[in-house]
Every structure is written in C-alpha cells, then in structure tokens.
C-alpha cells in the first residue's frame, strides 16, 4: 500500500480527495492535517465519509513522512512552506495556484507579486494529464489545475493543437462557475440570500486562470470572463474562437474524435436532440470526466466561428479527481483507478 497524507484536511479539495482515495485499492490514507480541526473526526467536517474513515484530524506538527503529501491549501500557503514538506514525501501534489505557472514573470502579471518560492516553479509539472501524461509519469512535484482554466485549455485544445486558431483575432472565452469553487470559508459572496440564484459577473476581467491558459495553449491573445452561477458544483467554457480556415461540422467532429482518442476521460457531447445535447456540468457532479464539444457558425457573410465548450466538476477534473489521476500517474497505477463514479442522472 502506497502512503498518502493531505494537508488542509478540512476544505472542500481534502474533502473530495479524500472521498477519492479512501475508495483507492493501492492507497492508504495515513494523515490528514488540518489547522482548525485537530482532533476531530475526519466525518465530522466531511459528513458523507461517515463509516468510511474513523481517521481524526492532525495537526500540522504530527506530519510523518509520507510516500505521497498531497497539499491542499489557500493561494500562497504550499509555496511559503514548501520547504518544511519536501523533505517529507518523495512526491508531492498541490492543489494551488502556486507552482501551476513556469514563468515568474507570468506570476507576477497575473497574482501580482513575485512568486514566493521561484526555484520551485520549474520542478513542478502541470497536472493536466492530457497534455502531460509523460512527464506527470516522471515527475516528483505535480502541481493541480485551475478549474476554469481546465474547462478553457479542453475546449481550445484540439483547435489549438491543430494549429486551427487565427493567432491574430481574439479568442474570447466565458466560464460559467458553481459555488464552491470559493471553498469551505463562508464569507460574504457566499451568504445563502446573497449567493442563492445568481447571474453574478464575478470576474468579467482580470482571472487569474488567464495565465493557465495562456502558458497551456501558447495563446496570447485569449481573454477570459467568469460568472457565478447557480450550481454548487460544475463548470461550463463557452469559447467563440475565429479559426484560420474554414471548418463544417464534420472537421470539428474528426479534429475532436483524432485529439481525444483514447482519452479515458474526456468525452465527447454533441448530440442532435435531447436535453443533454452539449457539455452539461450537472451531469458531471462527482465525477473526473470532461465533456467536450463544439458548433460551428458557418456564417458565409461574416468570419466563421467555432464555439469550443467544456465541462466539468471543478472539485472533481476541476481539482481532486485530476490529482488522483496524476497521483496514478506517478504511482505507476492503472490511471483510472478510483475515479470510476460514472456521475448521477437525474440529480
Ligand atoms: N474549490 C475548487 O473548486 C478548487 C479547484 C481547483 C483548485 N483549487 C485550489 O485548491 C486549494 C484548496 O481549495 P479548497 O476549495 O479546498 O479551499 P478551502 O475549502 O478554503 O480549503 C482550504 C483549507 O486549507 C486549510 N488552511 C490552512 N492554512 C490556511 C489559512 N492560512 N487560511 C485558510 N485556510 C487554511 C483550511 O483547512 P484546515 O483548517 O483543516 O487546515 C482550509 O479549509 C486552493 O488553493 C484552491 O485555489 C480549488
């Protein structure tokens, strides 16, 4: 059994990874840390592990070594600490944005500081196994995504990869978010009366997943909006993109079929009829499954456009369920191992 220890036990991610893990037949889970919930049941703060774990929470000071430290804290908090955990684990897997970037410069534009700890930007790995399964295989340090530059990077990627967007026209790409993509804190964006059946612009500009998806798909000239909405889980890209040449139906469906062939994960949702005829995050609550898809605005008096979607959990391929999959990854485990839950229908 391979050793897993999580940091930042009582957050949403924790909770999710560990719901992941607990059911991981090559996993035990040792530890699990946290700062404001020492002592408690793990159950307690994750109330539908309950029967499945009688682990307590520990303190930070408690952490033994570990074959695998996965850190799930808030923006800031692994990078000041990195450090004091290395010597811990031989792998370690963050689930922040703080070693997702390779270009300090890139940090700095987007989270406005330098990066805390710059020597390890460059150890890490990007922890998107569809565009890097060989290194993530290889690597030590894996850093997670970002959820909404995840739904982002899915859509465009088979455009971009086939060197199909215009790189001198914008792609313009709208993220619809759920609600605990803030996290477990309760503050005042999330009050019930405040949050419940939004249309919120949330970050109409200035995200700080635009320099996720511009490091991943090499885009420049790609711009990002966000808006809250009413799911508590679940992502939905929208990307309208103006391709450099002209694309019917039928090359969407042969560019995703070649690029996601074999993917384990990502599917593709582009039906003629039915509700579910698009990407649907509802679908996908509980699960790592991105589904993907696409139309196309033939439009002969104007510049055609590709409408690129994506969805997904972002507590699942958005977060926990990605890193369980790099976690197989590194571990050498068959990649799809505990991430099985097929989602729920109707829910
Ligand atoms: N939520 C998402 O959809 C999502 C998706 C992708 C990535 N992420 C990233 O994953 C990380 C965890 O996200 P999350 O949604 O699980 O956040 P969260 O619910 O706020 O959990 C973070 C946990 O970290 C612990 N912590 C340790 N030091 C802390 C400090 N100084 N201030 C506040 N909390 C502290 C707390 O748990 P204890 O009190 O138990 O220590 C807290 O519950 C974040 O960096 C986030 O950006 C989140």
Not at 11 to 28: C, F, I, Q, S, T
Request: net charge neutral.
């Amino acid at each position: 059994m391979i050793g897993v220890s999580i940091v930042g036990g009582s957050g949403y991610v924790a909770g999710d990874l560990l719901r992941l893990l607990l059911a991981h037949p090559g996993v035990e889970v040792r530890q699990v840390v946290s700062r404001s919930n020492a002592g408690r049941f793990v159950h307690s703060i994750h109330p539908n592990l309950r029967g499945r774990t009688s682990l307590k929470f520990e303190a930070r000071e408690a952490l033994a070594k570990v074959d695998a430290l996965i850190l799930a804290l808030p923006h800031g908090e692994a990078a000041h600490s990195i450090e004091s955990y290395a010597p811990l684990a031989e792998r370690i897997l963050d689930a922040s944005a703080d070693f997702r970037l390779r270009d300090p410069a890139l940090y700095k534009r987007f989270y406005g500081d330098e990066p805390p700890a710059p020597n390890w930007l460059p150890r890490f790995v990007y922890g998107l196994p569809e565009l890097h399964r060989q290194e993530i295989r290889a690597a030590r340090y894996v850093s997670g995504v970002g959820c909404n530059a995840t739904t982002v990077n899915l859509a465009l990627w088979p455009l971009v990869k086939a060197g199909l967007v215009d790189p001198l026209l914008p792609v313009i790409a709208e993220v619809k978010v759920g609600s605990s993509e803030a996290g477990a804190n309760a503050g005042e964006s999330s009050h019930h009366p405040d949050r419940s059946g939004v249309v919120r612009s949330y970050a109409p500009v200035g995200h700080r997943h635009a320099a996720e998806i511009r490091q991943e798909t090499g885009l420049q000239n790609v711009h990002l909006s966000i808006t809250a909405v009413e799911l508590v889980r679940g992502a939905l890209a929208t990307a309208h993109v103006f391709p450099s040449a002209r694309l019917t139906e039928k090359d969407l469906w042969r560019l995703l079929r070649d690029t996601w062939k074999g993917e384990p994960f990502v599917r593709i949702v582009h039906e003629k009829q039915g509700n579910f005829r698009h990407p649907e995050p509802k679908l996908l609550a509980g699960t790592n499954f991105a589904d993907v898809g696409f139309a196309v605005d033939e439009d002969p008096d104007g510049r055609p456009r590709v409408v690129a979607l994506a969805a997904i959990d972002n507590l699942g391929k958005g977060a926990a369920g990605s890193l369980v999959q790099c976690l197989n990854l590194m571990l050498g485990f068959d990649e799809t191992t505990a991430l099985g839950f097929p989602g729920l229908h109707p829910i």
